[in-house]
């Protein structure tokens, strides 16, 4: 039973570029969150996609977008990107159905902005 | 306002010994309250999870606790083996929304 996949697992860019990051859920998840994490700091809800559509957002610019697909995995797209955009980005996925339970994390991908 | 504290926020202890981590919540209304070890680089894996009505529950060495009417949990780790040495998270869940509130975790540090 497949766990959450990530990819990358760590990139370079270069400030003022462009990044995509992936997910593909669990097995059996439709809903898909993404979050990011600082160094020494909790994560931070970025956005939640379920039937392709953004449901929730958290407090973060429009540089910030993403995408569900109908296989449910999920891309996070940052623009223009800024020093302080360097974190781990965690994607996390669980079943619409059962929204507090079997929220399943991914090993998440490294972003380092310089 | 929605918001999870966890103390301490570091902690330092020798192989074998016991340590007790604090989880202190306002979200209301509370669904329910996972503890994650997340590992430096990866991403948080599930200890537990208890709603409510539960007052403990245990995994392995893990042993949570939760008392609703103070809004506080506790994790408890037994005989403490390097391999614990990682960051804690208290996250709670608050009845229909889709977030998880996260706290900004305890570093364990296990020695030997």
């Known amino acids: 039973d497949a766990g959450v996949t990530q990819s990358p697992t760590h990139l370079i860019k270069t400030r003022g570029q462009q990044v995509t990051l992936r997910c593909s859920p669990k097995?059996?998840?439709?809903?898909v969150s993404w979050y990011q994490q600082a160094l020494g700091q909790g994560p931070q809800f970025i956005f939640q996609y379920y039937e392709e559509e953004e449901r929730q957002r958290g407090n973060f610019p429009d540089r910030f977008s993403g995408h569900q697909f109908p296989n449910y995995s999920s891309e996070l797209n940052v623009n223009a990107l800024l020093l302080g955009d360097s974190a781990l980005y965690l994607c996390?996925?669980?079943?619409?159905?059962?929204?507090?339970?079997?929220?399943?994390f991914g090993s998440g991908t490294r972003l380092t902005v310089v | 306002k929605n918001q999870v504290e966890q103390s301490p926020q570091s902690l330092i202890i020798l192989e074998g010994k016991n340590c007790t981590l604090q989880c202190n919540y306002t979200v209301s209304p509370f669904s329910n309250l996972r503890w994650y070890k997340q590992d430096t680089g990866r991403g948080p894996v599930s200890l537990t999870i208890?709603?409510?009505?539960?007052n403990t529950k245990s995994n392995g060495r893990y042993t949570a606790t939760l008392d609703a009417d103070t809004k506080q949990s506790s994790l408890h780790i037994t005989a403490s083996q390097l391999s614990d040495s990682a960051s804690y998270i208290c996250v709670v869940s608050a009845t229909g929304t889709y977030k998880y509130i996260f706290g900004t975790g305890t570093r364990l540090k296990v020695l030997a």
């Open positions: 996390a996925s669980s079943l619409a159905l059962q929204p507090t339970w079997g929220y399943t």
């Open positions: 097995s059996g998840h439709d809903t």
């Open positions: 208890m709603t409510f009505s539960e």
